[in-house]
């Protein structure tokens, strides 16, 4: 499903800066402007239950953002994905458990930039170890071996009874940083959702840079670009840390938020779900991932709302967008346009 590729698929990214008002970029602006005011009027007006939702929508899609990268651009189909969410949730939650409870408060244990870098450094630590393994095989071999890393790391953490094994770890004390409290919902919100704009911005930039052309043209046909002298796995492994290490950063805000922690987080099920969210909006468009994982809570929320078997509606639904939405929602609104424009 990450093979195949449209030629038109990345005209709207390329476009970005133009003034071609097409259905695409209006639904795109759209949803941006709705993050920006919806959730904190919400806030204020004392319905906190939206902005909770649009947190974890905005901390999801910065983890589905990084899984496109390597599923859209890359042609990487990841299925371990939610071991990094896990990582960087527990550099948040072991430090500030040993500072409670383990006397290691010297070590700045409720920093946050001590708490993000341990996040961002483990997860490009396990990404640079799995994914130089993972990436000397292909199509279902790359899938299955990425899903069993991280099902080890699942049971990993399920065998550590001191952070809560499989019962969770609850996180009493938020990453704390100079003139940013992450206790006021509305400033966890700010700081998430400008996150999410830095890191859209840095994949923009990264893949329309020589690196994400030489990524992209690996994606079409590896054995061309070894003919030009460049070595595809260096790019490949680069693109696969990177992607990592944004999600472990993910992580790192989705414990802050939940503040309670479990293996659960990094079930095979939540990588699942997360590529569901990527392939939903459209692999390979910027803006794709934030569509996904909009309309996928959405849907869950709806469904959830009138039955507890909504899980099996929600799956016909995912499996018909999967057949008939090709390219995702953004592939379908890219589509109308150039029809009707």
Known sequence: MAETSNPKQHEPLRGIGALQWHPQRIVTLLVLLALVIVPPTAYLLGEKFWLDIATRLVILSIAAVSLN??????????????????????????????????????????????????????????????????????????????????????????????????????????????LISFDDALTLYGFSLISLFVVMFIVHRLVNSRFGMVLQSA??????????????????????????????????????????????????????????????????????????????????????????YWHLPFGIILILAVLFLRGGLSGFLSRWADKHG
């Not at 994905?81 to 550099?91: D, N, T």
């Not at 590896?222 to 260096?234: F, T």
């Not at 805000?253 to 293996?263: H, K, Q, V």
């Open 219 to 308: 994606k079409q046909n590896e054995e061309r670009v070894r003919a030009l002298g460049i070595n595809p796995y260096i790019y490949k492994l680069t693109a696969y840390v990177i992607s990592g290490t944004i999600c472990g950063f993910a992580g790192a805000l989705l414990g802050n938020f939940t503040t309670f922690i479990s293996p659960e987080m990094m079930d095979w099920t939540r990588s699942g779900e997360l590529m569901f969210m990527v392939i939903l909006g459209g692999t390979g468009f910027l803006f794709g991932p934030l569509l996904g994982t909009g309309v996928f809570l959405l849907l869950e929320e709806v469904l959830s709302s009138f039955t507890i």
């Open 69 to 178: 990268l390597v599923l859209g651009y890359g042609g990487m189909i990841s299925f371990g994905h939610a071991a990094f969410i896990g990582l960087g949730a527990y550099a948040v939650g072991i430090p500030s458990y040993h500072a409670l409870y383990g006397g290691f408060e010297s070590i700045a244990s409720h920093d946050g930039f001590f708490q993000f870098g341990l996040a961002i450094a483990v997860c490009a630590l396990f990404a640079l170890i799995t994914g130089a393994i993972c990436l000397r095989t292909k199509g279902v071999h790359f899938i299955m071996i990425t899903m069993a890393f991280g099902q080890m790391m699942f049971f990993a953490i399920v065998s550590l009874e001191t952070y809560g094994g499989d019962d969770g770890l609850t996180i009493d004390t938020r990453s704390e940083f100079p």
